[in-house]
C-alpha cells in the first residue's frame, strides 16, 4: 500500500487560512470516509485533530477543519496560530482492511 | 486520567526480536481496537496494523506480515506487539493507540489516545 501524497510543506502568516492535500486512490480515500488527520509537533506523539473526515475530537479547535472531494482530502487551518507549526498527517481505511498515512506535511507560521 | 503507558527503549542486534508493550491506565481495554504505528528517525508515521481487545483478531500491513505478531491480555490491559528478524532499517520509535469511545470498533475508530512511544534501535 503506498503512502498517501501530501505537499512537503505549507506556509502562512498569522490569521490567514492554509489547506492542506491528502491524495490517494479509489482504493482508500475514494471509497472510504473513514479519513483521519493527525498533527504531530516534534518528540511527540501524533494528536488526532479530525477522523470520518469531518470530524473533531473533543478538544480540538474549531479552526480546524476536514474535507473530501473524490480521492483528495483536505486539511484547512483558518486563523493560523503560532501554535499550528508542526507535522500534520493524514491517514485512511483501505479496501485491504488495513490503514496507510499520509507523506506528511511540515506547517511553518511565518 | 486515561493514557496508554509503553515499555522502555530497547536496543537489539539485527536479527533478533523486540517486543513492545502497551498498558492501558485509567479505564480497562476490552472492547478496544489498538493500533500500532512506528516513525524511523526524520521520517513520516508508518501504519504496522491493529488489535481487537476484545477478540484477538488482527490485521497486518503487508510490509509486516510473517514478521510481527500482536496479541492481547485483557486481564491486564495490556497489547504486545512483537517484531522479528530485526534489521537497521526497523529502528524506529513504535506507537500504540486506541480510541476512547470506540465505534467501528476496528482500524476505521478515531485514535485519540497515544502512548508515549518506544524507540528500538537495530545495531550490532
Known amino acids: 500500500q503506498s503512502a498517501l501524497t501530501q505537499p512537503p510543506s505549507v506556509s502562512g502568516s498569522p490569521g490567514q487560512s492554509i489547506t492542506i492535500s491528502c491524495t490517494g486512490t479509489s482504493s482508500d480515500i475514494g471509497e472510504y470516509n473513514s479519513v483521519s488527520w493527525y498533527q504531530q509537533h516534534p518528540g511527540k506523539a501524533p494528536k488526532l485533530m479530525i477522523f470520518d473526515v469531518t470530524n473533531r475530537p473533543s478538544g480540538v479547535s474549531d479552526r480546524f477543519s476536514g474535507s473530501k472531494s473524490d480521492n483528495t482530502a483536505s486539511l484547512t487551518i483558518s486563523g493560523l496560530q503560532a501554535e499550528d507549526e508542526a507535522e500534520y498527517y493524514c491517514s485512511s481505511y483501505t479496501s485491504r482492511k488495513t490503514g496507510v498515512f499520509g507523506t506528511g506535511t511540515k506547517v511553518t507560521v511565518l | 486520567q486515561v493514557q496508554l503507558v509503553q515499555s522502555g527503549d530497547e536496543v537489539k542486534n539485527p536479527g533478533a526480536s523486540v517486543k513492545v508493550s502497551c498498558k492501558a491506565s485509567g479505564y480497562t481495554l476490552r472492547i478496544h481496537p489498538i493500533l500500532w504505528v512506528r516513525q524511523a528517525p526524520g521520517q513520516g508515521l508508518e501504519w504496522m496494523g491493529w488489535?481487537?481487545?476484545?477478540?484477538?483478531?488482527?490485521d497486518y500491513a503487508q510490509k509486516f506480515q510473517g514478521r510481527v505478531t500482536m496479541t492481547t491480555d485483557t486481564s491486564t490491559s495490556t497489547t504486545h506487539m512483537e517484531l522479528g528478524n530485526l534489521q537497521s532499517d526497523d529502528t524506529a520509535v513504535y506507537y500504540c493507540a486506541t480510541a476512547r469511545t470506540p465505534y467501528y470498533y476496528d482500524s476505521r475508530d478515531a485514535f485519540d489516545i497515544w502512548g508515549q512511544g518506544t524507540m528500538v534501535t537495530v545495531s550490532s
Open positions: 488489535i481487537s481487545t476484545f477478540n484477538g483478531i488482527t
